[in-house]
């Protein structure tokens, strides 16, 4: 079986440009110009970066201060005539949008530039485009529905693949969904960028954006197959302590055949999650046998050694427990699954025992 860490990344901020038309030819045009652009500020989400200039000109205007100055701004600018030239030449990678009326004169020389081919022209008067085939020109009247798609956003990312297992990921807007195999899913992300730790090959990332699918396929970062201590020990996630007599609660189960309620009056036998379901308790969802760890769900890490006995949360619904050996997390219940080469697929095997030892000293419970 194959194993790696696979990451996907999304560039965090894009770059949005937006090129007002301030020539003679949008002169009477001009107010419509300007509310267009006010509305692509106030709509632009918040982590894009925004730059504005005027046609002809490459000096780069501070938005900060539109409403205030675009007046004398366009004055400035009201002579220079219709060149994108100046802007494009000192832009690699944007959303481009270019607000006016009347013809541009250099479009030709871009035509066959990759980059620029979104470049979005919002013709309020007559078309600065012509017969020149560069991006895409629209009227006023639909820019409300390019304004949802100007930014092209993700709506969703599915990421997959043969046999795809992971058993560690870093973002926990992700999560496990069974459709033909293991996916991990998320939406309405402000933030897809995942780092993963998996079983599989040909692992994909589907984004559905607002515009079209993409699929991108994630290779795999670092030379050397995941391990589950160092993934456990340098996660961002801090070591907490147990106290003293969960201490000796932990060390007197690890080595029992039974393991059972640590309050004396009740001796109940736990079994699989650490928590006692004896209705004596009066607690709803179980007495905690681990005060320090009420608040947690799902699967934790111990970490037993001269210095006491420790625990921290792990962030994913499974965990890789032995080689080719998985828990996963559902529902309250942890089951162990193991890849079946004869059948190519993960198969349940049993239930978690309340702690499963990993090599080392570390052992995984689920809480
Ligand atoms: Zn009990």
Request: aromatic share 10%; hydrophobic share 35%; net charge negative.
């Amino acid at each position: 079986m194959e194993e790696q860490f696979v990451e996907f990344s999304v560039p965090k901020s894009e770059n949005i440009v937006v090129v007002l038309d301030a020539s003679e030819s949008a002169e009477q045009f001009w107010p419509t110009i300007v509310d267009l652009a006010k509305k692509i500020f106030q709509n632009t989400p918040a982590g894009i970066e925004k730059k504005l200039f005027f046609l002809s000109n490459p000096q780069e205007y501070n938005i900060d201060n539109f409403e205030e100055n675009v007046g004398s701004w366009r004055k400035n600018n009201n002579k220079k005539g219709s060149f994108i030239s100046p802007i494009l030449n000192q832009i690699t990678q944007a959303t481009i949008v270019v607000i006016g009326s009347g013809i541009i004169y250099d479009l030709e020389d871009w035509k066959i530039h990759p980059s620029f081919q979104n470049i979005v022209f919002i013709n309020v008067g007559n078309s600065m485009r012509g017969n020149v085939e560069l991006g895409t020109e629209i009227e006023k009247d639909d820019f409300d529905d390019q304004l949802l798609q100007l930014h092209n956003r993700i709506l969703s990312v599915k990421i997959t693949g043969l046999d795809f297992f992971p058993y560690y990921w870093d973002n926990p807007g992700y999560s496990i969904i069974d459709e033909d195999g293991i996916s991990l899913i998320s939406s309405n992300l402000e933030d897809y960028s995942i780092k993963i730790a998996a079983y599989g090959r040909n692992i994909t990332a589907t984004m559905e954006k607002t515009e079209k699918q993409e699929v991108n396929s994630l290779s795999h970062t670092g030379t050397h197959t995941p391990d589950i201590i160092q993934i456990i020990e340098h996660n961002n996630i801090k070591w907490e302590k147990l106290e003293r007599d969960e201490m000796e609660t932990f060390r007197k189960h690890i080595v029992s055949d039974i393991i059972r309620c640590p309050d004396p009056s009740c001796e109940n036998e736990i079994t699989g999650l650490l928590r006692c379901d004896n209705p004596k308790h009066g607690k709803l969802l179980g007495f905690p046998i681990y005060p320090s760890l009420k608040n947690y769900k799902g699967f934790v890490i111990f970490k037993d050694n001269s210095q006491g006995v420790f625990f921290k949360h792990y962030p994913s619904e499974i965990v890789k427990i032995d080689e080719e050996k998985v828990a996963r997390s559902k529902k309250s219940k942890a089951t162990v699954l193991h890849y079946e080469p004869n059948m190519k697929k993960w198969v349940e095997q049993d239930d978690l025992k309340p702690y499963h030892p990993l090599k080392g000293g570390y052992y995984v419970s689920l809480i």
